[in-house]
């Protein structure tokens, strides 16, 4: 068993996205529908980690309001003074797709905390690994921008609040949700101190983000390693992943703490994602991680909560990766994993084998 935190807060859950679809706008033959990111999803994971009894395993936290210090660390002003009067007025968009509702900067600094507090608890040892069930989530906000849903970087801004507190020298960030994560690559991209890792579907969002080419600049070259993985990919090309370039790339990183932007839009139920992982894949992806973790940072791993928009799936996805944290024998009884599991394209395909070929020479940049 692990002491495992669980970072939630009611709060982030009454942050409002409107009413935007899947769909910038809404009219002609097209019909309103509800946002795509909405509490749901995040709550109903909640709720089965109570209802299967696993929360009482694990050790609760809840942070504080991230400070506006905290938040210029990543974030100009200009962007927080915009986000806060469109907070205010109670309508209006951070950016690209990222709707702000009434007390939303309020709520996305709720957000933000719970990220810093579930690394600061491992950190100062209260928790071996933890998870933040952050909303709104925060990898695609940029410095002076929200996008995709996302309003702050919660973990670029967790991530340097940490480092300084606690004087590290190196902190790896994988991200695993199907979409790009290009503000966690922005906020590190002349950064020798931070290796970023993304493996995501190739050009899905943002569009001509996330290239295998884009490596970091000046310091920061080589330290920035993304995995456009083909439309597609299943269970094979992501454990293959794993095993043929992030554990290698961390291995010769060698980190202090890892932190893993955790999306399941990777799921083969999400409707904003056409990859093929099932719930035993994520429990798999992580207790690789833990593994790695272990070896390499006395077990320092913290999962802070990104994409995924089947309100019907996370929940399954998310229950495996805090079972797989805790080391604890409650599971979920997931109705759909075994079938997933037998879909065709789930083995690893020459395309996708032809991609973590290149993937690889990356990591040799790193030895």
């Not at 609040?161 to 695993?176: F, H, P, S």
């Not at 503000?183 to 969002?205: C, E, M, P």
């Not at 000046?218 to 439309?231: I, K, Q, T």
């Not at 805090?322 to 394209?345: C, F, H, R, T, V």
Request: glycine share 10%; net charge negative; proline share 5%.
């Amino acid at each position: 068993m692990h002491r495992t935190g669980f970072a939630f807060h009611e709060h982030c859950m009454w942050h409002d996205s409107g009413p935007c679809s899947i769909f910038p706008t809404a009219g002609g033959h097209v019909q309103p529908a509800g946002a795509a990111e909405h509490p749901e999803t995040k709550r109903r994971l909640r709720n089965l980690v109570e209802m299967t009894g696993l929360i009482d395993e694990l050790t609760p936290l809840k942070g504080e309001v991230a400070s506006e210090k905290d938040l210029l660390r990543f974030h100009t002003a200009e962007y927080l003074s915009r986000l806060a009067k469109l907070s205010e007025r109670g309508h209006g968009d951070a950016g690209d797709c990222a709707p702000v509702g009434k007390d939303s900067y309020q709520i996305a600094r709720r957000s933000t905390g719970q990220a810093i507090e579930a690394i600061d608890a491992v950190l100062r040892g209260d928790c071996d690994n933890a998870y933040a069930l952050c909303r709104p989530p925060g990898h695609h906000a940029e410095r002076d921008q929200g996008k995709g849903f996302c309003l702050l970087g919660n973990i670029p801004v967790a991530v340097m609040t940490t480092m300084e507190k606690y004087d590290l020298k190196r902190v790896a960030i994988l991200d695993w949700d199907v979409h790009h994560g290009n503000g966690t690559q922005q906020a590190f991209w002349k950064r020798d101190d931070v290796l970023t890792i993304s493996i995501h579907h190739d050009n899905n969002y943002p569009i001509g983000s996330g290239g295998i080419n884009e490596r970091g600049e000046g310091d920061g070259l080589n330290f920035n390693l993304n995995v456009p993985l083909p439309a597609g990919s299943g269970i094979g090309a992501y454990l293959a992943c794993m095993e043929r370039v992030i554990i290698p790339a961390l291995t010769a990183f060698r980190p202090e703490l890892i932190v893993v932007a955790c999306g399941y839009d990777a799921s083969a139920m999400d409707p904003l994602g056409c990859m093929l992982l099932n719930s035993d894949a994520f429990y798999s992806l992580t207790q690789q991680l833990l593994d790695t973790a272990e070896m390499l940072c006395n077990g320092r791993l913290v999962m802070v909560h990104e994409g995924g928009y089947s309100e019907g799936y996370v929940p399954f996805c998310g229950h495996a990766v805090l079972q797989a944290l805790a080391g604890s024998s409650i599971s979920a009884n997931d109705p759909a994993s075994k079938e997933i599991s037998l879909w065709g394209q789930q083995s690893l395909q020459p395309h996708q084998n032809e991609l973590l070929i290149k993937a690889e020479t990356l990591v040799e940049a790193l030895t």
